[in-house]
């Protein structure tokens, strides 16, 4: 899977996965022609210019040179520092594979790295698969919001990086990465901060029981070393992953 900024060639494709992720994950509790109106409405001929904002970032998911899936961020706040995830929507076809995690974690690469000191996302209370991915990927509830849609007031969720990460044994997206001429699966879904980007769990077989070492979400490389305290320092690109708190009561 290819993960790649958006153009304005790919708005009729984005159109597309957001109108039949949201029939797929919000007919239950919105009517179908708000949805419609929605998809109208945010994905018309202004979501063009969006796309040339510096204080938006899409970002489009592809296989086989098709996009399957994309996200919809934005700098808020003072000076713009924070980088907010609107939006991470995979079409129905292509869910149930890893896609939707490894694009959160691509996305939440790109906001750090264009300037962002923060990121926070938004997913209504009513969509609980939304509200699960979150929690399951290193986030967690920090607050609610009131939002009206189609004349109906609507509770938000609001969701902040949790300080732990997704604790050990979550939900894992492997991705298959050649080092050396072996094979080696790297969970996306199990995050470590770093100064940079986040470090992943890299396994030695796909059922992810032998862990094989780190991979470093700013370079792709698993050129890294751990101290005995768990700081980890991408040999590559000096990525820092610094000691948690559990290491850090005994510095």
Not at 156 to 167: L, P, T
Not at 223 to 229: G, L, W, Y
Request: proline letters at 2%; hydrophobic letters at 35%; glycine letters at 12%.
């Amino acid at each position: 899977m290819n993960v790649r900024e958006a153009t304005d060639e790919d708005v009729e494709g984005i159109r597309s996965i957001a109108g039949n992720s949201l029939r797929e994950s919000y007919t239950h509790f919105l009517a179908a022609e708000t949805i419609d109106d929605a998809v109208e409405n945010w994905y018309g001929e202004a979501f063009g210019d969006e796309l040339e904002s510096e204080d938006f970032l899409v970002l489009v998911a592809e296989e086989d040179g098709e996009p399957i899936a994309f996200s919809q961020s934005e700098f808020v706040g003072e000076g713009q520092t924070e980088g907010r995830i609107r939006w991470i929507h995979v079409d129905p076809e292509a869910r149930g594979g890893g896609t939707g995690v490894r694009l959160l974690a691509r996305t939440r690469e790109r906001l750090i790295e264009d300037g962002a000191e923060g990121i926070r996302a938004t997913v209504l209370e009513d969509n609980e698969f939304g509200n699960e991915f979150y929690a399951e990927n290193g986030f967690e509830r920090a607050g609610t919001l009131e939002v009206e849609i189609g004349g109906e007031s609507y509770t938000e969720n609001v969701f902040v990086e949790a300080e732990s990460g997704i604790e050990e044994g979550g939900w894992r997206a492997l991705e298959a990465v050649e080092d050396d001429g072996e094979t080696i699966y790297v969970s996306y879904g199990e995050p470590a901060r770093g100064s940079e980007a986040p470090f992943y769990t890299a396994y030695e077989e796909e059922e992810g029981e032998d862990r094989y070492g780190w991979f470093c979400g700013n370079c792709d490389s698993l050129d890294n070393a751990m101290d005995a305290m768990g700081r980890i320092q991408c040999n590559a690109c000096g990525n820092r992953r610094k000691a948690t708190r559990w290491d850090a009561s005994y510095l």
